[in-house]
């Protein structure tokens, strides 16, 4: 469609109900529609990709990822030059079996036994969040609650000390914000030097975070402290310090970004559906679980990842050419009509829910979906108990962005 252009700046800037009817319109074509990459200086481009957006399509994608693979790339549309990948290049943009073998390494961190030992060192974390909150008094969700959780619960797993928190914020805000002037001080017109300065400030802020998983790894290997990073760095199996660098950054942003969006538009929605909020403090405990899904489902903070494909492929009717990229448009795939009834309605009780919010099926489903539910819940648990009239009071800031569906600041009340 000549009016939908999913790759220029302008789209993105769009109101959401805009871009969700856009997707919409897109869902009812008979095939995929194949979208022109816009010419990045200093990086190069391709010929474009075909916009995966309905759930039949992201999911077969996500299953078969020896088709659909994640390599070179997955978190960038363009290549990604060898100066951004020293940084970026995580397990994220792997294939096995070198991913399966990072995979296997990090997931020590996500077993249910260490995060259930996690429930305590949250509940402490949620709670001193909302003392200061109370002690501030209302002003911006964003900053004063949403943001703040992620990132401590994160850093405290790594064993990075507090006074490295904000510099850890403020990179992975630069990170993923690169399309907005708030986090970058660049205006987003495509233009040559607007997108070579944010370049740069992309590659410092990764450096910075690299840099900083580096320095703790140096210090534990061989003098565990029993955090993340020291098991991360001893024992038989142990990432080398390009491997510790590059998991810690898609930990901070993957991990703190999307857990805080999803809050932030967690208290959006039970503002603007009192029905739905009134059922959930009803019985909190009961339908907590179905609130997380449906916010994640509803907001779906990462909105795509990239895919190429690794030979001639047919798929759902469609005809792909080994080399071709795809993108999965996950806020797309979950307002699917073919899946969802009603999906434009925000239902707490919906049920299924099969939503591709954490990523789909296959082997990069988001190795961190339970601890981010779990986060989302204890947040919501101690501002409803504590804070029970809680509510936004105005229009949220969207940040400016292709990748992320993020709320910079919302105003809120008690």
Known sequence: MADIDLSQIPFWALPQAERADAFRRLRELDRPVFVKENKV??????????????????????????????????NSIVDMPRWLAVYFGSMINMDDPRHARLRRIVSRAFTPRILSKMEEDLQRAATRIVDEAIADGPGDFVTQIAARLPV??????????????DRVLRATNIILGNADS??????????????????????????????LAARLGRERRGNSTGDLTSLLVNGEESLTPQ???????????????????AISHGLKLL?????????????????????????????TPVIQFRRTLTRDHTMNGMDYRKGDKVLLFYNS????????????????TR?????????GPGPH??????????????????????????????????????????????????
């Open 182 to 211: 708030e986090y970058t001080g660049i205006e987003p017109e495509f233009k040559r030097w607007n997108v070579a300065r944010g370049l740069v400030k992309l590659m410092n802020a990764g450096r910075s975070l690299n840099h």
């Open 41 to 74: 200086p200093f990086v190069g481009h391709g010929p474009g990709y075909y916009a995966l957006v309905r759930h039949a399509d992201v999911s077969e994608a996500s299953r078969n990822a020896g088709i659909f693979s994640s390599e070179p790339t997955a």
């Open 351 to 359: 049920h299924p829910n099969p939503h591709v919010g954490f990523g």
């Open 243 to 261: 491997e510790l660098g590059s998991f810690f950054i898609l930990l901070v942003v993957a991990g703190s970004e999307t857990t805080r969006n």
């Open 333 to 348: 795939a979950n307002r699917d009509e073919a899946v969802f009834a009603d999906p434009d309605a925000f239902d707490i």
């Open 271 to 299: 503002t603007d559906h009192p029905g739905q909020r009134e059922l959930l403090l009803s019985d909190f405990e009961g339908r907590i679980g179905g609130a997380v899904e449906e916010i994640i489902r509803y907001s």
């Open 365 to 414: 489903y988001c190795l961190g979906a339970h601890l981010a539910r779990r986060e989302i819940t204890v947040m919501f648990r101690e501002l409803f108990t504590r804070l029970p009239e809680i509510r936004s009071t105005g229009e949220p800031d969207y940040l400016l962005s292709n990748f992320i569906n993020g709320i910079k600041h919302l105003p809120y009340a008690t």
């Open 152 to 165: 401590q619960v994160i850093c405290d797993m790594m064993g990075i000390p507090p006074k490295f928190h």
